[in-house]
C-alpha cells in the first residue's frame, strides 16, 4: 500500500521516515548552537551508529524504515524539472546575501549530479572554503561578507542541524499531512523536502494537505498526536501557536475534504524550551496508557474543537476534568494510566526529560523505543510491563530530542 495512513500513535508502526545524521552536524558552529536550536556538538560518527542502531531495532519489529533524503532524491528522479525548482525555492529560502553569490551557489550545488548527493548537500549548508568566491571588482561587498546573524560567518548557506527529527517539519493525520511553518528560521527551511515528496513522489503525490507551509502561523509535529481515527490532541506551545490550530481546525472541518478528524483536543502546555512540544512531556504508548511529565499536570488546560453548526465556525469548550479523565473521553478507553517521567522523583523527571525520557515511540501497543540513558524513567516503564526497545543514545540526544521526534510514521495498521 503506498500513500499515508495514520489514525493512531500505537497501531502497529508498517512504514516510517527516518533521517540519517550527515554532514549538517559538521557545521554546526559552536557559537551559533542556541539560533540552530541545538545544545551541542555531537560526534557525527557515533550520533550514525546510533541512528542506524535505531533503524534496524525498527526493521526487526517489522517496519519499512524510509529515508527523507532519498524519497526526495526519488521525488527528482521521476518528475523532470522538480529539481530545479526546489533549488529556486532553496536558494531563495537560504538566506544567501549578495548580488552574485545565489548564481555562484546554484552552479556549485549544480556540480552534484546524482540526486541523493545533491539533497544531502543542500541539507549540510554551504560553507564559504567550498566555493570560489567572486573576483572583489564583480562583486558588491555583500557578496564577501557573509552575516548570517549579528556576526561573520564562515558558511554562505547554513546547515540544517535538526533533520534527524523527522517529526517535526510535517505530521502525518489520518490520510493527509500537515505540512507546517514551523516556528523558527533554521528549521522552517525543512519543510521544504516534505513540500516536495507530497508534490512530486510517485507513492506519495497527491497526498491532502491539512496545513500549509505558506500559512501565518507555526506549528510543529511534535505538537499532533494521533489518539484515534477521529481525535487530535495539539499542544498549544512554544512551536505552535493557538492561532495555528484555528486554522488547522478550520481546514480539518471546513475547507479540505477527506479527513476524518472530528475533534481536536489542544493542550495548552508551558512555553519553554525543556518543554517546547507536546511530545517532549507527553506520549502514548499502549492502548490504556501515556508517559508523562509530572511538572505539567499542575497547570495543564485542555480545550476541545469541534465543527460549529454554521459554515465556518469551530465550537470550542474548556475541559475540567482530570487529564484521565480527559484522554479516557477522547479515547473511548476507561482505565487511563499516566506514567511519570523519572517516577515521580522530581530531579529524576527533570533530568530525564531533558534527555526525552517521556518522548518514546511506539511499535505496536506495549511495545515502545526509548533511549537507553533514561534508566530511572525505563525501569518504571519496565515495572509497567511494557516492552522496550532500548536505543543508545550518547550522541542523538545532544539535539534535545528522543525516538519520537526522529520518526514519522507515514503508515500504522487500524486499532
Ligand atoms: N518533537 C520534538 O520534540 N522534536 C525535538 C526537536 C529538537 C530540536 N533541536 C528543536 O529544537 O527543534
Redesign the pocket.
Request: with cysteine; net charge positive; charged share 35%.
Given at each position: 500500500m503506498n500513500g499515508i495512513h495514520v489514525t493512531s500513535e500505537i497501531g502497529k508502526l508498517k512504514k516510517v521516515c527516518l533521517h540519517r545524521p550527515g554532514d549538517e552536524l559538521l557545521n554546526l558552529p559552536p557559537d551559533e548552537l542556541e539560533r540552530l536550536?541545538?545544545d551541542d556538538v555531537p560526534y557525527l560518527e557515533v550520533a550514525q551508529q546510533e541512528h542506524d542502531r535505531f533503524a534496524e531495532i525498527l526493521r526487526e519489529q517489522g517496519v519499512e524504515v524510509l529515508y527523507l533524503e532519498k524519497l526526495v532524491a526519488e521525488a527528482f528522479a521521476a518528475n523532470p524539472g522538480a529539481r530545479d525548482e526546489f533549488l529556486d525555492q532553496y536558494l531563495a529560502e537560504a538566506g544567501i546575501h549578495g548580488q552574485k553569490m545565489p548564481a555562484i551557489v546554484r552552479e556549485y550545488l549544480n556540480t552534484f549530479t546524482d540526486d541523493l548527493e545533491f539533497v544531502k548537500k543542500t541539507m549540510a549548508g554551504v560553507a564559504k572554503s567550498e566555493i570560489d568566491m567572486p573576483l572583489a571588482s564583480s562583486a558588491t561587498l555583500d557578496d564577501l561578507v557573509s552575516d548570517h546573524s549579528d556576526k561573520q560567518s564562515d558558511l554562505i548557506i547554513d546547515p540544517m542541524p535538526?533533520l534527524y527529527?523527522t517529526?517535526?517539519p510535517f505530521a502525518c493525520v489520518g490520510n493527509g499531512v500537515n505540512l507546517n511553518r514551523m516556528y523558527s528560521v533554521t528549521?522552517n527551511r525543512e519543510t521544504l523536502y516534505g513540500k516536495y515528496i507530497f508534490k512530486y513522489h510517485p507513492d506519495y503525490k497527491g497526498t491532502p494537505l491539512w496545513f500549509r507551509r505558506d500559512a501565518p502561523f507555526h506549528t510543529e509535529g511534535?505538537d499532533v498526536l494521533n489518539l484515534t481515527r477521529t481525535d487530535l490532541a495539539v499542544g498549544i506551545s512554544q512551536r505552535t501557536q493557538a492561532a495555528a490550530i484555528d486554522l488547522m481546525a478550520q481546514n480539518i472541518f471546513w475547507k479540505t475534504e477527506g479527513c476524518e478528524i472530528e475533534k481536536i483536543f489542544a493542550f495548552d502546555i508551558p512555553a519553554s524550551r525543556a518543554f517546547?512540544?507536546l511530545?517532549?512531556v507527553f506520549t502514548q504508548i499502549d492502548v490504556d496508557k501515556f508517559t508523562i511529565h509530572p511538572a505539567i499536570m499542575g497547570t495543564l488546560r485542555v480545550y476541545e474543537m469541534t465543527k460549529g453548526a454554521v459554515e465556518g465556525e469551530v465550537d470550542i469548550k474548556e475541559h475540567t476534568d482530570s487529564l484521565e479523565k480527559i484522554l479516557e473521553y477522547a479515547t473511548g478507553v476507561d482505565g487511563i494510566k499516566l506514567i511519570p517521567c523519572g517516577g515521580g522523583d522530581p530531579i529524576a523527571a527533570a533530568r530525564e526529560q531533558w534527555n526525552d525520557g517521556s518522548?518514546t515511540l511506539c511499535v505496536e501497543p506495549g511495545t515502545i523505543c526509548v533511549y537507553q540513558r533514561n534508566n530511572v524513567t525505563n525501569e518504571v516503564l519496565y515495572k509497567e510491563g511494557l516492552n522496550l526497545l532500548v536505543v543508545p543514545s550518547a550522541e542523538l540526544s545532544r539535539?534535545?530530542?528522543g525516538p519520537?521526534?526522529m520518526s514519522m510514521p507515514f503508515q500504522r495498521e487500524d486499532l
Open positions: 536550536l541545538f535538526n527529527f517529526r517535526d528549521r511534535g517546547m512540544h511530545d517532549t518522548n539535539g534535545r530530542g519520537r521526534c
